[in-house]
C-alpha cells in the first residue's frame, strides 16, 4: 500500500485534484489518500497558508500530490520544497495532439535546481534607492543537480545534456555552474554528449529549433522562466505536469496555478493533474499503470471529443474524467 498525501490547495487545484484522485482509485494499485490543508482558503481559516501538520503529512508519504496555491503560492510549495528538501525539479516539456501545440513531436524534459538560486527569498530593503536580492550557488547543489540530469538522460535513452547559464555575465556564480557543468560531463562523456548554452540563446533556440533539445540542466530561477516559456511551445501551462523529487520524498503537481478566473465552473482542464500523477506512478515504480494512464490521456485527446474549452472543446472536468477512466 502506498501512502500518497493529497493537498488539494485553492481554486482549481480542488477540482483538478478530485478528477486526479477519482482516475488514480480505478486503477488496480492499492493507495491510501490523507488530505491536508494549504494555500489562501486554510490561510484564512487557520492563520497560517502550511499548517505544520501537512508538512508532516507530507514527510510521512511515499509521494504527496498537490493541486495549486492563490496568493500565499510561494509560502506554500516553496516551503514545501525547502521542508522536504526536494532538490530537483523535472519539468518535461511534450506535445500531445489536440493542444495547439506549436511544434510537433517535441519532447523534452527541463531538469531545475530547486533549492538555491534566486529562490531562497534572501531580500532586503538597501536604502531608499532600491533593494537587494541575494543569488546563492553552491559545489555541492549544483554538482548534485548536474549529476541528477545526466543520470536522467542515461535512464531514459536521451543522448544529450545542454547545461544552460548566463556566466559571460555572472561570472563567479554561473561561471561555477559552467565549470561544474563541464566536470560532470567528463564522467559521462562516452554515453552522453554535453553542451551550453547563455539562458538567453536557449529562449531563442526553444522557438526556433525546439526539437534540438533531449535534457535541459539549469538554475532555480532561468529553470522556472524557461519551463513556462515550454508549456507555451506545446500549448499551455493546462498541458504541464511536474516532479519535485528530493532523496527521501517527492512532491508532484501541476503548474497551472489556482486560475480564480474559472474556479467553481467545474471546466478547469485536468490533465496536468493526470500527467502529474503519471510522474507520480513513474516515481513509485509502477511503471505499468503509468504507462495505462498516459495512454488513456492520449487516446481522449487523440479523439478529441471530450475536451475542456481551453483545448476548444466544451466538455466539464469531470466528463473528460469519466472519459479517460472508460479509456482506461
Known amino acids: 500500500m502506498y501512502n500518497i498525501a493529497v493537498i488539494p490547495g485553492d481554486g482549481i487545484g480542488k477540482e483538478v485534484m478530485e478528477a486526479t484522485i477519482n482516475v488514480l482509485e480505478s486503477l488496480d494499485i492499492d493507495f491510501n489518500f490523507t488530505y491536508g490543508e494549504a494555500g489562501d482558503e486554510c490561510k484564512e481559516n487557520n492563520g497560517e497558508a502550511l499548517p505544520d501538520e501537512t508538512i508532516e503529512l507530507a514527510k510521512n508519504s511515499d509521494a504527496c500530490l498537490f493541486g495549486a496555491a492563490g496568493e500565499t503560492a510561494a509560502d506554500v510549495i516553496v516551503r514545501l520544497r525547502q521542508e522536504l528538501k526536494l532538490f530537483t525539479n523535472l519539468r518535461p516539456v511534450k506535445t500531445y495532439p489536440n493542444t495547439n501545440a506549436l511544434f510537433e513531436d517535441i519532447d523534452f524534459m527541463i531538469v531545475r ?118 508549456a507555451g511551445l506545446v500549448g499551455g501551462l493546462g498541458m504541464i505536469p511536474s516532479g519535485n523529487i528530493g532523496e527521501d520524498n517527492a512532491l508532484f503537481e501541476p503548474v497551472h496555478g489556482s486560475a480564480p478566473d474559472i474556479a467553481g465552473q467545474g471546466i478547469a482542464n485536468p490533465f496536468a493533474m493526470m500527467l502529474s500523477a503519471c510522474m507520480m506512478l513513474n516515481y513509485l515504480g509502477e511503471y505499468e499503470a503509468e504507462e495505462r494512464l498516459n495512454s488513456a490521456i492520449l487516446n481522449v485527446l487523440n479523439e478529441a471529443k471530450t475536451l475542456t474549452p481551453d483545448l476548444g472543446g466544451s466538455s466539464s472536468t469531470m466528463e473528460v474524467t469519466e472519459a479517460v477512466k472508460k479509456a482506461l
Do not use: C
Open 113 to 230: 535546481e530547486n533549492t538555491e538560486g534566486m529562490y531562497i527569498a534572501k531580500e532586503e530593503e538597501y536604502t531608499e534607492e532600491g533593494a537587494i536580492a541575494r543569488r546563492i550557488i553552491t559545489d555541492k547543489a549544483e554538482r548534485r543537480i548536474i549529476d541528477y540530469a545526466f543520470q536522467y538522460a542515461k535512464n531514459n535513452n536521451k543522448s544529450k545534456v545542454t547545461g544552460v547559464h548566463k556566466a559571460n555575465v555572472l561570472k563567479i556564480t554561473d561561471g561555477l555552474f559552467k565549470e561544474i557543468f563541464y566536470e560532470v560531463a567528463e564522467e559521462y562523456k562516452d554515453e552522453i554528449d554535453a553542451e551550453d548554452f547563455y539562458v538567453d540563446a536557449t529562449a531563442i533556440y526553444l522557438i526556433t529549433r525546439p526539437k534540438s533539445f533531449e535534457v535541459i540542466v539549469t538554475t532555480n530561477l532561468f529553470g522556472d522562466i524557461l519551463s513556462d516559456e515550454g
